[in-house]
């Protein structure tokens, strides 16, 4: 008998053929917490701001030309390039063109909303640095990285950095502002931003390594391809179900074929296809207390075959169903293997909806 224990140190191994490096990373996975603090303190909220584009971008241009000299912008973004990431913070002291830039690089698998954690937990970090300020406004072009800030429970342990940064930022100055601006809409400050992010995930410009725990979303999408992959190398090296292989090669994804049928019709023409259909024959198989042969009409052997096509017990609707395909495919199909397994399986679908409707007879003639 093989314990759970063993079981799982044999998919971890298996695993680790695939990534060498899976242990170490399900080690270093971003953590998500409950709370961000203690729940009865928990009333702070970020003044976070999200406009509509157009007024977002006209809201920045007019303050940048009208704010008090000692007024702090610091504008933020991230990047991901594969594994290799970057955070940026382009920092303004009121009006001036002048900017202080930090930048920050990390390695692993991590998300785009992960980056721009990163880069608000940096510029708030190094505003710090430049002095006091009286009025301190960031701005950032991810919406996801803005509403993760403004939880309070339930989120990964990047946001809770950036949050309290950012709570940590707010009593150093007179008033915060946290403003959305949408990407690549020909502002200077926020693609400034969006190079030094570029430059730093590509390492060819940056101030600081950082270590960063690996985004668990993006680790599980990965284990999650892993599987899906080795699946469909089973189902596509699999000596049985190869009538249902026919119409889902890929046995993940491809689903397209039931896309005309209910949930029920689409599991019993997948367990029809399959060989998995609950007949006699395929419950001997499995040690069931039977003896193979038809309760309907007493023959020899109750498999899917006789079931489909011979069986007298059901010949009324194969008629009916036939003078349907006749119809419906002006006498170009008939109600034989090949077009009921592919084309067809709408009407093979209906056949198995009756059939699986039926009380099964009890060996004296009787309904059980």
Aim: aromatic share 8%; charged share 25%; glycine share 6%.
């Amino acid at each position: 008998v093989v314990s759970p224990r063993e079981i799982l140190d044999l998919e971890l191994h298996q695993l680790e053929r695939a990534y060498p490096s899976i242990s170490d990373r399900l080690e270093h996975v971003e953590r998500q917490r409950f709370w961000y603090e203690d729940p009865a303190g928990a009333t702070w909220s970020p003044p976070v701001s999200i406009l509509s584009a157009e007024a977002s971008v006209d809201r920045i241009q007019r303050q940048r030309r009208d704010c008090a000299s000692d007024t702090l912008w610091i504008f933020t973004d991230g990047s991901v390039v594969g594994t290799h990431c970057g955070a940026a913070a382009v920092c303004f002291w009121g009006t001036h063109q002048d900017a202080h830039l930090f930048s920050e690089h990390f390695i692993g698998q991590h998300s785009s909303t992960q980056a721009e954690l990163v880069a608000l937990d940096l510029g708030c970090r190094r505003a710090r640095e430049l002095g006091a300020a009286s009025c301190v406004i960031i701005v950032s072009d991810s919406q996801a990285a803005l509403k993760a800030v403004q939880q309070t429970q339930g989120a990964s342990s990047l946001a809770m950095s950036a949050r309290q940064a950012l709570r940590a930022l707010e009593l150093c100055t007179d008033t915060l502002h946290i403003w959305w601006t949408p990407s690549h809409v020909d502002l200077r400050e926020n693609d400034m931003a969006d190079a030094a992010a570029k430059g730093a995930a590509e390492g060819t410009s940056f101030d600081t390594l950082r270590d960063i725990p690996i985004c668990a979303a993006a680790l599980r999408s990965d284990i999650r391809t892993y599987y899906a992959l080795r699946a469909d190398t089973q189902w596509a090296l699999s000596d049985t179900g190869r009538d249902l292989h026919e119409v889902m090669p890929r046995l993940s994804r491809d689903l397209a074929w039931t896309h005309d049928m209910s949930r029920k019709d689409a599991a019993l023409v997948a367990q029809f296809l399959s060989g998995h259909y609950v007949t006699h024959a395929y419950l001997m198989r499995f040690g069931h207390p039977v003896d193979g042969t038809c309760r309907w009409c007493a023959a020899g052997l109750d498999d899917r075959e006789h079931r489909l096509f011979y069986c007298p017990r059901f010949e009324f609707l194969r008629q009916q169903l036939r003078g349907e395909i006749e119809a419906d495919a002006h006498g170009t199909e008939t109600w034989d293997w090949d077009f009921l397994t592919g084309k067809g399986r709408r009407y093979l679908s209906r056949f198995l909806r009756f059939v699986h409707g039926l009380p099964v007879p009890s060996p004296e003639g009787e309904d059980e």
